[in-house]
């Protein structure tokens, strides 16, 4: 199947400090991006979906000024947490597919874990 | 959760049981898709089924996917110790990809 990286795998900061994390579609062409947050014990939530070249869409409740995404290029999206604090501590998921549409598979990057002191 | 519920929350069972897992979701899907999650780590993607397919099988897990009910089961057959984890079904519904609520499988050996 297709590979899905990410970096870092984990990162710890300070509160207030912004905290940058890339996506990288490694063999093929990520026309969608999807970046998802779980915490503990719970499930993945979505926090929002970008297209190459737009604007993410947001989730309910997801502050776009706090969760900067950009999806620059067709292999590259990145997450930054502006401003972090330690409720933002959480593993941060991203996902790739290869067209706009749902008949296109799911592929996930392992994960980074994010730590706020 | 956003698009779906899973059922049981946790399940607990001896080495060489079935497990049956239900997933519920409330919008028209394209696919419907299980992962397997270990504490702590990333996610592995077990199966994916189509919108037009009633079941399909892989090794010991069989899944089945009920349109009209918007629901799916996730069976695992002869389950092992190295089964236990968190099971998630996943809903592409066209742009966007929800999870379920998951879940906690633990095969007691």
């Known amino acids: 199947g297709a590979v899905v990286s990410q970096h870092p795998s984990w990162v710890i900061c300070k509160s207030g400090t912004s905290v940058k994390i890339e996506c990288r579609s490694l063999d093929f062409q990520a026309t969608t991006m999807f970046w998802y947050r779980q915490f503990p014990k719970q499930s993945l939530m979505l926090m929002a979906t970008?297209?190459?070249?737009?604007?993410?869409?947001?989730e309910q409740g997801v502050e776009k000024d706090k969760f900067l995404i950009n999806h620059a290029s067709l292999t590259l999206s990145t997450l930054t947490v502006t401003s972090a604090h330690p409720e933002d501590s959480s593993f941060y998921i991203c996902s790739a597919r290869g067209g706009t549409s749902g008949l296109y598979e799911q592929y996930f990057g392992p994960g980074t874990r994010l730590t706020v002191t | 959760s956003q698009q779906g519920e899973e059922d049981p929350q946790a399940l607990s069972i001896q080495e060489g049981e079935n497990a049956t897992m239900n997933c519920s979701y409330k919008?028209?899907?394209?696919?419907l898709q299980w992962y397997r999650q270990n504490s702590g780590r990333g996610l592995v993607h077990l199966i994916l089924?189509?919108?037009?397919?009633r079941e399909k099988h892989s090794g010991r897990l069989r899944v089945t996917l009920d349109t009209s009910k918007k629901s799916s089961s996730l069976l695992i057959t002869a389950s092992r110790a190295a089964d236990t984890a968190s099971y998630f079904c996943g809903t592409n519904t066209g742009n966007q990809f929800y999870f379920g609520t998951g879940t906690s499988l633990t095969v007691i050996p």
């Open positions: 970008s297209n190459e070249g737009s604007k993410a869409t947001y």
């Open positions: 919008t028209s899907i394209n696919n």
């Open positions: 089924i189509r919108s037009n397919e």
